[in-house]
Nanobody, 124 residues
Framework: QVQLVESGGGSVQAGGSLTLSCAAS????????MGWFRQAPGKERAGVAS???????TYAAFAKGRFAISKDNAKNTLYLRMNVLKPEDTAMYYC??????????????????RGQGTQVTVSA
């Protein structure tokens, strides 16, 4: 059964931090890669970060140095730690999991399986 459930979003002031979580079913957690993408109203979808099954990670330029993606294999959970948040980080954040290795090269991290999203709002 495919299931991805995000949590951890909320409202913070600029400079603050949040940690997003994505609880995955065993099936989706064994995907060749997982990641996070975001979308703000009126803006294009953007890949944030991804992590492969070997633990290697990729970040969008805006996320490097501020965000960290990780996995807890014991809990089948994907995380996104976000530090030094900025108002422009305001968006709905989605967890996604790939159905094939071929998808893992997608810069937008818009893989086959996706959660419902969690809202992140950063005020100035």
């Amino acid at each position: 059964q495919v299931q991805l459930v995000e949590s951890g979003g909320g409202s913070v002031q600029a400079g603050g931090s949040l940690t997003l979580s994505c609880a995955a079913s065993v099936y989706t957690y064994t995907s060749p890669c997982m990641g996070w993408f975001r979308q703000a109203p009126g803006k294009e979808r953007a890949g944030v970060a991804s992590i492969n099954s070997d633990g290697s990670t990729t970040y969008a330029a805006f996320a490097k140095g501020r965000f960290a993606i990780s996995k807890d294999n014991a809990k089948n959970t994907l995380y996104l730690r976000m530090n030094v948040l900025k108002p422009e980080d305001t968006a709905m954040y989605y967890c996604s999991a790939a159905s094939s290795v071929a998808q893992c090269g997608r810069g937008d991290v818009y893989y086959t399986y996706r959660g419902q999203g969690t809202q992140v709002t950063v005020s100035a």
